[in-house]
């Protein structure tokens, strides 16, 4: 046999079977609910010992900034791959950035806003969105929305406002629906992010105090038809129940029960 004359067939690797790491047991009772955790030897799970609440919560968000992480490195390995640079400048707009949380403006824009209120057809007004302040959790999936008087860059001490659009909770969290925010955030597809709100169809309000004006908080689709006809701004000053600065927002970012403060 002519070695030197054989065709190199290369070889494939096989991909690695996953190994199951460690498994949540509830047992629930009329007094209440047990979790246990326990590790594996091989495929064969081995006993347990008790975690609580807490503990089970800490497990789901290390899975959670572990998959975060990897899209990070993933991003940055195809940019390699297609000798891209994987450096860019933080965007203007982008107000603050930690490894949690993102923070970042988008002035007013005149476009059309879409209702889809339950028993209702779908309607929708051409009007001037509010300038709005954009705060999205990487490791999570929310998003928080505030409103602010100008279009200028906001400063710490900028006063911020409850904004007067649909789907917005009492915490200020927006409920994303069917358009819910990418696995990997960054500074660099705040756009993707903030299309969730922008494109989105209204369909109620959950909460019943953003406007000054008690009519517009009974029917707050009333208050946009107005804006529509008479092609106003927001007039936040003048319109919306104020919130906190920008400042003490930043300060209290991880605290969900600041949020519910007005």
């Known amino acids: 046999m002519d070695v030197a004359n054989q065709t190199h067939v290369p070889t494939v690797s096989q991909p690695h079977a ?52 990897q899209g990070v490195r993933k991003q940055k390995a195809d940019a390699d791959a297609n000798g891209e640079s994987s450096i860019s400048l933080m965007p203007e707009r982008v107000l603050f950035e930690d490894e949690n949380f993102i923070v970042w403006h988008s002035p007013s824009r005149f476009q059309t806003m879409w209702f889809r209120l339950n028993g209702q057809k779908p309607m929708n007004y051409v009007v001037h969105w509010p300038s709005t302040i954009f705060f999205v959790d990487k490791f999570g999936r929310s998003l928080r929305i505030f ?8 400063t710490l001490d900028t006063l911020t406002y409850l904004t007067p659009l649909g789907n917005i909770y009492p915490t200020h969290l927006i409920c994303q629906g069917s358009a819910p925010l990418p696995n990997v955030k960054t500074n660099q597809n705040i756009v993707e992010m903030e299309d969730t709100v922008y494109a989105s169809g209204f369909d109620g309000y959950h909460r019943t105090n953003m406007f000054l004006d008690e009519e517009f908080n009974e029917n707050p689709v009333k ?40």
């Open 223 to 262: 208050y946009w038809k107005a804006k529509a006809e008479s092609e106003e701004q927001v007039l936040p000053k003048k319109e919306l129940t104020p919130f906190k600065t920008l400042r003490e927002i930043l300060e209290n970012r991880a605290d969900d029960k600041f949020f519910t403060k007005y």
């Open 147 to 154: 409103t602010v008087e100008s279009n200028n860059r906001p």
């Open 18 to 69: 996953p190994t199951p790491e460690f498994g949540l047991v509830f047992y629930s009772s009329k007094n209440g609910t047990l979790i246990t955790r326990h590790g594996f030897d091989g495929e064969e799970m081995k006993a347990g010992e008790i975690v609580n609440e807490t503990q089970v919560f800490d497990l789901f968000t290390d899975l959670k900034t572990n998959q975060v992480k």
